[in-house]
């Protein structure tokens, strides 16, 4: 079955740099790739995604690249903020199979911006 | 999150009874799911629903057991709790694209 790593699981960066989060999948049949931001007792919370025809998206200061040949996708975030403060997750997912959409997530990265 | 919620947020239960969490949502998506969250493991799918009483197994399954006998409800039951099920449970729903979950707040569930 399909397998998300996902690294670092802690960054620290100073307020204004940039962090850059990755992601490697296994099963080349994935076909969606969602970025969830986690606070302090909230569910997850889809910040942005990219599927597996575009090799890049952005939107404002966080962008997501996608490199289908060797199975990784990243998670670009510039200008860091304190509140860009959180835990993020990928997840990797092959779309409708057996009539459902089932994410795999990756392992969890805290993100502390250091102000 | 707008248009899901979970009951209860909290609750501490006893090794060896059931316990019953809650998913209610108000988009009237076809799709379900029941996730667990554990330090060092992400999240991870228990059961999940592609419509009234249809649902199916995840890759943690174990102990647990699902009904939906309507869209908006969707329940997870722990048939007799054990340590190894104190988690935080979070409930998702997608529309019919299946691009972007949306969760719920989660339930802390402790068994002591």
């Known amino acids: 079955g399909e397998n998300v790593e996902q690294h670092p699981s802690t960054l620290s960066v100073q307020e204004g740099d940039s962090a850059v989060i990755k992601c490697t999948y296994s099963d080349s049949a994935s076909n969606y790739f969602p970025w969830y931001k986690q606070e302090l007792g909230k569910g997850p919370q889809l910040i942005i995604d990219?599927?597996?025809?575009?090799g890049e998206k952005k939107d404002q200061r966080i962008a997501v690249t996608l490199n289908k040949t060797a199975k990784h996708f990243s998670l670009h975030i510039t200008e860091t903020q304190p509140e860009d403060s959180a835990v993020y997750f990928c997840?990797?997912?092959?779309?409708?199979?057996?009539?459902?959409?089932?994410?795999?997530f990756g392992t969890g990265t805290r993100l502390k911006v250091l102000a | 999150d707008a248009g899901i919620t979970q009951s209860p947020r909290h609750k501490v239960t006893e090794t060896g009874t059931p316990v019953t969490l809650r998913c209610h949502q108000t988009?009237?998506?076809?799709?379900m799911y029941w996730y667990r969250q554990d330090p060092g493991h992400g999240l991870r799918l228990i059961h999940y629903s592609y419509g009234v009483k249809d649902t199916d197994k995840g890759e943690v399954s174990d102990g647990y057991s699902v009904s939906r006998s309507k869209t908006e409800d969707f329940l997870l039951t722990l048939e007799s709790a054990t340590s190894s099920q104190t988690s935080v449970y979070f409930c998702?729903?997608?529309?019919?694209?299946?691009?972007?979950?949306?969760f719920g707040s989660g339930t802390r569930l402790t068994v002591v």
């Open positions: 997840a990797a997912s092959m779309g409708a199979i057996s009539g459902t959409y089932k994410y795999i």
């Open positions: 990219i599927r597996s025809n575009v």
């Open positions: 998702a729903i997608t529309g019919p694209t299946g691009a972007g979950y949306t």
């Open positions: 988009e009237n998506h076809r799709y």
